[in-house]
């Protein structure tokens, strides 16, 4: 996932990486900056946990309502977005939040397995993944 730090008037600012700090991303955010995420374009068309976050985001742009709505700090969806992941709790409660009971079980099972380091089992269990969805 690649993180750019993004002005209010739009204007591209030094790149947020994923060896960033909480610090310096909550620095970003008191500047009045958004993180946005873009996709590489080698990346899978599996569903990721943080495609859940986007569609909140489109529902209430706010990202203070959300951490409001979650009972988290602003850095927790800025960490969240930094590692293009969420943790399966935060999937699970936005699914809650979004009305999407029905779905919450495979986000949970997706934000799980991106926590996963990579290994042999967590791609076989992707690829069944791939297979039922």
């Known amino acids: 996932m690649l993180v750019e730090g993004i002005s209010p008037k739009n204007e591209r ?15 970003v955010i008191k500047n009045g900056l958004t993180i946005t995420a ?11 946990s943080i495609q859940l976050l986007h569609r909140a985001l489109e529902r209430e742009p706010s990202q203070a ?3 409001k709505q979650l009972g988290v700090s602003r850095s927790a969806l800025a960490v969240a977005k930094l590692r293009g992941r969420l943790s399966p709790s935060l999937a699970g409660n936005l699914c809650r939040l979004l009305n999407l009971e029905d779905e919450l ?18 791609s076989k269990i992707q690829s069944l993944l791939r297979t039922i969805a």
Request: glycine share 2%.
């Open 38 to 48: 873009r996709q590489p374009k080698n990346s899978t068309e599996m569903d990721q």
């Open 65 to 67: 309502f959300w951490c």
């Open 105 to 122: 079980e495979h986000w949970v099972a997706i934000a799980g397995l991106e926590a996963e380091p990579p290994t042999y089992a967590r």
């Open 13 to 27: 600012l030094r790149p947020v990486t994923a060896s960033s700090t909480v610090a310096e991303l909550q620095a």
